[in-house]
Every structure is written in structure tokens, then in C-alpha cells.
């Protein structure tokens, strides 16, 4: 059976810190990319980071300066460092992974999320 399984999130202020980590089972890890996607009440889903079977990395614009992503192959994870957080990055955040390798839709599983809150 195949799992995508997000943590870290919660509840943080602004101009702080959170990693969220995506632990996978049940498909070849290091065949796939894995993204990061995120949506907010009312907006609809966005793509913010993902990293390819051959560790090479896209990360949007809008959080590029203080969001990084990595995985770790022994333990079938991704991680989304999240730095310097502002209100606007409240949302949902999913992973997916994508059976090309490539970071390409569409993306083949999904996790059900885990909530981030940034407020004071």
C-alpha cells in the first residue's frame, strides 16, 4: 500500500521556523520526485518546492529565499525547511510523488496534509 505521511506543521509566529517531512512507503523511493504543494482557505492549491529522483531541486519564487527541500533516501522522506515565515504561508501543505522522476504532473500519490499556521 502506498503512503505519503506529512508532520511538522502547527502553529508558529511570524519570522519563524517549522520542517515538515513527508515519510513514504510502498513504492521505490528513489524512482520518484517528490513535491511539495499548499493551499490555502479559499485559493486553490499551489506547487512550492520538489526534488527529482536525481536530487535536483525547484523551489517557486515566492518562497524560494526561505523554503529548501531535500530528501533522505535511507529513511524514504522529504523534508520542507521553512524559514522566516510570514501569515501568508498559512495553509495546507501536501506532498505527492511523481513516478517520472522529473517533477512532472501529473503526480501519482498524495498525502492528506498537515496544517501550517503562521500568527502571533
Known amino acids: 500500500e502506498v503512503q505519503l505521511v506529512e508532520s511538522g506543521g502547527g502553529l508558529v509566529q511570524p519570522g519563524g521556523s517549522l520542517r515538515l517531512s513527508c515519510e513514504t512507503s510502498?513504492?521505490?523511493?528513489?524512482?520518484?520526485?517528490i513535491g511539495w504543494f499548499r493551499q490555502a482557505p479559499g485559493k486553490e492549491r499551489e506547487g512550492v518546492s520538489c526534488i527529482s529522483k536525481e536530487n535536483r531541486t525547484y523551489t517557486q519564487d515566492f518562497v524560494s529565499r526561505r523554503f529548501s527541500i531535500s530528501r533522505d533516501s535511507a529513511k524514504n522522506t522529504v523534508y520542507l525547511q521553512m524559514n522566516r515565515l510570514k501569515a501568508g504561508d498559512t495553509a495546507v501543505y501536501y506532498c505527492?510523488?511523481?513516478?517520472?522522476?522529473?517533477?512532472?504532473?501529473?503526480?501519482?500519490?498524495w498525502g492528506v496534509g498537515t496544517q501550517v499556521t503562521v500568527s502571533s
Open positions: 510502498g513504492f521505490t523511493f528513489d524512482d520518484y520526485a
Open positions: 505527492a510523488a511523481d513516478s517520472s522522476g522529473l517533477c512532472n504532473w501529473p503526480y501519482d500519490y
